[in-house]
Structures are given as structure tokens and as C-alpha cells.
């Protein structure tokens, strides 16, 4: 309008401004002329003050209008709009509130008052925009500078999701893990009772949560439910695991059970896949428990139960298949690289050049991958021999070369260690696109994402036992491993074993006795495995200066100020657990990198390795390890009570 307005004005200055110039110069000058030319000057002025008054009006509609529709739109969202809104002043006490704030919360006092408006605070500091008030679902924004929060009602939207999610389908397999075992040298008629008692008591079970189940076998049932039905098991911590491991005790039968649950929006291909996958974990972790998992993408699983060790359940028939799929594995792949863990121990180590040797057997070349510069009192004596050894000397390679060296098509053989962040060089690990595993600890969520072959076995004592299994299975007279190679194998089951004191089976002594027909040195052992006067001392202190967390709960803790290496840590643990009425021990430490180290041990009646999964580590169930980047002392004395805790509740109620 006001565009329209200066048009016309402009046209009509123009047009008399033409008039007033034709009469001064086509008329001659006269009193008529000069009356013409005032007049137009005049209705120009008259004009120009119509025009400005006509804008000016224009304008303050304008503003009139907006104004109004301003106001209009700030009555609707601070009374219509389904928004609540809050203020508050410096003490945290409301000073308004919309008419979408429900009455009960106007109405709280003022203590009240201050209580919602710190728990909002604390919610979002934490990244938190969730609060409920009376049953009432809120997404809650803040303004701090303004002192204003905002609250959406979104209790459909939850109720909907809630709804989506309890009907997700859960598919499960279950498991008898030792089965076999139990029928062994059983008649038929016993065979058929053992059955009876495993199908009542999973039955009942599966019954009372109403779910499908299905036995496939003598050892193994599937089953099927929805998420609602998955949460009912977990709020009892899945008690069929306890109960049937209470009730075959009874009646003189070690049966445990194991599963492996997935659920989820995705496929059932997909959620049946990932629950068989659960259920390898459970198995390879040692059995007796549950492995729960989102069958989405990067999703990580929750375990359950574990609470008794694992029963041996490894076998020639599976050793010898694993010596010739690793045999596949070699004539299939370049040039071989083994690494163990950081600061690796004497398993580590003899593990690698136990696999150094097979690789030998099948004309492959091979290096040996360790960090010299990161190593403990005994490794450092174990390297000192090897040095002295030209042809093992030979097989060392640094980390630095090893990548230099490294070729498409090579092969990496992870020994004593599962998880890609403890590799001696995680930027090493992660150039290989070959890699195998050979590790004795119970699997956890970490873990290569494509492995070629896997040989995890927790009921074994150390790598260096599943090492020398498959070192058995190739060696003739032609090819045989060399008096110190089998000397450093020993070395690595005596370590793991506490001299033969801890998980330790007829197939450990076995392999000793192999290795010993092999030449391996006793006494050397002793020597690398012996503990000089200055760590002797260290243990001693940190022994003196532990702490009781209950009666049969010890914890030990250095200082700031003093760094140790990890296997005065693990020495202090065993020291500890060592003494009368002490069932679990924990050691904490600064290691010299300055990074946290956790020991655990126990005898057997606490599960310290999911005390140190809870921390980001584990290990076996009576002997288990950490790492805390970026922590204190004094953090990590706190989390480890936190993860005792836990456990201990967690025990309680099972």
C-alpha cells in the first residue's frame, strides 16, 4: 500500500511539475501566470502533507495489527498452547507458571518448588530432558540465562513407544552345557530320568512366563516370547540358573544351563542369528549363564548368572580340529605375526613362540611382535635367555618394523588376549585383515569384528596349554620344538597356574608331562618365574598396608607417588588370597605408564571377573584383571567398592 501511495504521488509531482514549467516559459510573465505557477507550488505542498499523512496512518495500522497478532500469539502459547512454562527466581521458587502447569505442581510449596527445580538442573547436567510429575511423562527445555523451563507433555508418545518396544520378539536358545558329561557311563533308565528332571524343571520355567518353547534335543530347546516377557526374566536375574543348578546338586548331577537371548525390531533371521551368537559367548565364557542382546547394530550384550567356574569341557576331537583348521589357515595366508597383550606375562609369551614354532612346522615365516620397552621383571629375564638364543632372537620383531614389514595377505595370531585395545599396538592390530585367536580368558563384549579362527577355551589353564595341545597334533620326528621353546610353554602354564595350584586338569598335567619329554628346563622356569628381593619387599608392603571390605574381602592399594609393575599386583593378589578365611582378593596399583592396574583373585566363591567386566576388563572367574585410563588411586579404589558392591547384591539376590 505504501509502494502504491509514493507511485502515485510521484506521478502526480510529475505531471504538475510539467504544468508549472510550461506556463513559466510558453505563457508570457504575467499576474495570471505567477497566480498559476503559486497555485500548483501550493496544491504540490497540500499534496506532499496528504501523502505523508496517509502513510503515517498507514504505518501505525501496521504496527496496530502486528501488535495485536503479537499479543494474540503470546496469549496462546503462554495459556492455550499445551506447553507448560515456569519461571524462577535466584532461590529456585516459581515466580509464574502457565495455565498448562498442571494445578498439583502450582500449588507446591515453596521447599517443593525448590526440590523440582534442582532436579531439573541435576537432569540436565547429565544430559537428562525427561521428568515425570503425577504419572505425566515431561520433555523439559531450560533457559538458564531467562530462568525458564518449558515442559511438553509426552506420555503418549512414550506409552506408544513402551507399547512398540513390549511387543519386540525375543528369540532364545538354551542350553545343557554339560550334557555329555552327565550321561557318560549312565544306563538307559538314568539317561531317561536325567532327561524328565531337565524337561520339568525348564518347563515349569518356561511356563511361568508364558512363553513358546520347544526342545530340540536332548541338550537344547528353543524359545520364543516378547520383550514384556524378557523383562520379567531379567528383574529375577533369569533364576532358572540357580534353580537347576540347586536341584542337580540334590540328586549328585553337576548340570548347569546356559542362553543366549536376542530380541529386537529387526528380522527373526537376524534376531535368531544373534541369539545363537549370545549363545556361543555364554559357552566360551565358561556356561552357567545368560548372554541378553539388542540384535540392532553396535549394540552390546549384558550377561547374567556366572556365578559357578567352568567346567573343563574341551576335547581331543576339538583340539585336533582346531590344529588342522589353523593348519588351513597358514597355507592359506602370507607371512605369520604373533602378539600378545601389553606388558605381556611369561603366557604371552610362551604361547607366542609355541605358535612361532607351528608356523615353522608349515615352512611359514614368522616374527614374533613385542614391545621391549613395556615389559615386567620376569619377561625381562625370559628375554635375556632368548638373546642369548640367536634362532629364537631371530623371531623378535618391534612393533615400528612390524609395520613396515607387513604385507596384504599376512596373518596376525592374537595369543592370551582377545580384545583389540590391550594389543601390544592397536594401529599394528588394525592393518591386519587375517587375524586368529587363541586365548584361555572368558569372552567379552570386545572382540575382532571378522576372525578367521577363534580357539577361546576358558576351562583351560593358559594359552601356552592350547598352544602345546596343537603343537602335539604336528610334531614328529621331522618336526620338533626346541628344548627352550618348550621350557617358555612351561613357563607360561606354571605362571597361570600358580604352580600347577589353580585351574588345573588332567589335561593340564598332561601337556606339562609332554613338554617335559620335550626337554623343557624346570629349573629355568624357576628362575624366570622367581622374585627378587626389592619386589619381595613391594608385595610384602602393599600385604601390610590392605584393607578388610568385608571378612573375607581383602583390597590392597599403593600410593600416588609409588609405580609397580602388574605382576606385583597379581603376586600381591595371590599372597593375599593366600591367607586363612580370605576368599577374594583385589590389588590396585600405578603402573609405571601411569595407567591403574586391578588385580583380582578369589577362591572360588566370588566372581571377580565380572567385578573387573564391570570396570572395562576380565579374565577367569577366580582371576581377573583391569586397566583404568585417566584415573586415580583413589577413583579407582571407589568404582572397585562400587563393582564389589554390585556384585555381592547381585549374589544376594540370586
Request: some cysteine; overall charge negative; charged content about 25%.
Amino acid at each position: 500500500m505504501k509502494k502504491n501511495l509514493r507511485i502515485k504521488g510521484s506521478f502526480f509531482f510529475f505531471c504538475l511539475l510539467l504544468i508549472q514549467l510550461a506556463a513559466i516559459f510558453l505563457l508570457p510573465f504575467t499576474a495570471v501566470t505567477a497566480g498559476i505557477v503559486i497555485l500548483i507550488d501550493l496544491s504540490l505542498w497540500m499534496y506532499m502533507i496528504v501523502l505523508r499523512n496517509r502513510i503515517e496512518i498507514s504505518n501505525q495500522q501496521k504496527i496496530q495489527y502486528a501488535s495485536h497478532r503479537a499479543q494474540e500469539a503470546l496469549d496462546y502459547v503462554s495459556v492455550e498452547m499445551p506447553v507448560g512454562i515456569i519461571t524462577w527466581d535466584d532461590k529456585n521458587t516459581f515466580t509464574w507458571t502457565n495455565p498448562a502447569i498442571t494445578e498439583s505442581v502450582q500449588q507446591l510449596t515453596k521447599d517443593d518448588q525448590q526440590d523440582m527445580i534442582n532436579e531439573l538442573l541435576q537432569r540436565a547436567e547429565k544430559g537428562k530432558n525427561i521428568y515425570k510429575i503425577n504419572n505425566i511423562l515431561y520433555h523439559f527445555d531450560l533457559n538458564l540465562e531467562k530462568r525458564v523451563v518449558y515442559l511438553i507433555d509426552v506420555t503418549k508418545e512414550y506409552t506408544l513407544e513402551n507399547k512398540e518396544k513390549q511387543q519386540q520378539a525375543v528369540v532364545g536358545i538354551l542350553s545343557v552345557d554339560n550334557y555329555d558329561d552327565v550321561i557318560d557311563r549312565r544306563d538307559d533308565k538314568e539317561v531317561s530320568n536325567l532327561n524328565s528332571f531337565i524337561t520339568t524343571i525348564i518347563s515349569d520355567w518356561m511356563d511361568s512366563y508364558r512363553i513358546f518353547y520347544k526342545r530340540v534335543n536332548a541338550e537344547r530347546f528353543f524359545l520364543f516370547g516378547r520383550y514384556d516377557d524378557l523383562e520379567k526374566m531379567i528383574e529375577n536375574n533369569f533364576d532358572l540358573l540357580e534353580h537347576i543348578r540347586v536341584s542337580a546338586e540334590k540328586q549328585d548331577m553337576l548340570i548347569t544351563i546356559s542362553m543366549g537371548i536376542s530380541y529386537g525390531s529387526e528380522s527373526l533371521e537376524v534376531i535368531g542369528d544373534e541369539a545363537q551368537n549370545n549363545l556361543d559367548i555364554a559357552l566360551v565364557r565358561g556356561g552357567d549363564q545368560v548372554v541378553v542382546k539388542n540384535a540392532a547394530e553396535g549394540k552390546k550384550p549384558v550377561f547374567y548368572g556366572g556365578n559357578s567356574a567352568s567346567a573343563a569341557k574341551r576335547t581331543r576331537v576339538r583340539s585336533r580340529a582346531m590344529s588342522t583348521a589353523l593348519k588351513n589357515v597358514f597355507n592359506q595366508t602370507g607371512n605369520v605375526f604373533v602378539m600378545g597383550h601389553r606388558f605381556p606375562d611369561m603366557d604371552a609369551i610362551g604361547s607366542a613362540f609355541g605358535v612361532a614354532c607351528l608356523a615353522r612346522y608349515h615352512d611359514k615365516k614368522v616374527r614374533i611382535v613385542i614391545n621391549e620397552e613395556e615389559t615386567i621383571p620376569d619377561v625381562e629375564r625370559c628375554l635375556e635367555e632368548i638373546h642369548q638364543n640367536g634362532e629364537l632372537e631371530n623371531l623378535l620383531i618391534s612393533p615400528e618394523a612390524a609395520k613396515k614389514q607387513r604385507k596384504a595377505g599376512d596373518l596376525l595370531v592374537m595369543v592370551d588376549y582377545h580384545r583389540p585395545s590391550l594389543s601390544i599396538d592397536q594401529e599394528l592390530y588394525e592393518q591386519f585383515e587375517n587375524i586368529v585367536i587363541i586365548d584361555h580368558h572368558r569372552r567379552g563384549d570386545e572382540f575382532p569384528d571378522n576372525s578367521l579362527l577363534t580357539y577361546i577355551e576358558s576351562s583351560a589353564s593358559s594359552a601356552s596349554e592350547l598352544v602345546t595341545e596343537l603343537i602335539q597334533f604336528e610334531s614328529n620326528e621331522q618336526q620338533k620344538m626346541s628344548k627352550m621353546e618348550a621350557t617358555l610353554l612351561l613357563a607360561g602354564i606354571t605362571v597361570d597356574t600358580k604352580n600347577f595350584a589353580v585351574r588345573t586338569t588332567a589335561r593340564t598335567f598332561d601337556v606339562a608331562s609332554y613338554l617335559k619329554t620335550c626337554g623343557a628346563d624346570a629349573s629355568l622356569v624357576q628362575y624366570l618365574l622367581s622374585t627378587d628381593i626389592q619386589s619381595y619387599l613391594e608385595i610384602s608392603k602393599l600385604v601390610g598396608e590392605s584393607d578388610y571390605v568385608r571378612d573375607d574381602i581383602v583390597m590392597a592399594t599403593g600410593t600416588e607417588d609409588q609405580k609397580y609393575d602388574s605382576v606385583t599386583a597379581a603376586k600381591t593378589a595371590d599372597t593375599l588370597l593366600s591367607m586363612v578365611d580370605i576368599n577374594a582378593a583385589f590389588v590396585i596399583i600405578k603402573r609405571t605408564d601411569g595407567v591403574i592396574a586391578i588385580s583380582a583373585r578369589s577362591s572360588g566363591t566370588i566372581n571377580v571377573q565380572r567385578v573387573m567386566e564391570v570396570l572395562g576388563g576380565g579374565g577367569h572367574f577366580t582371576n581377573a584383571a583391569t586397566q583404568l585410563e585417566n584415573s586415580t588411586i583413589a577413583e579407582a579404589k571407589q568404582r572397585l567398592l562400587e563393582a564389589i558392591n554390585k556384585q555381592l547384591t547381585e549374589g544376594t539376590e540370586e
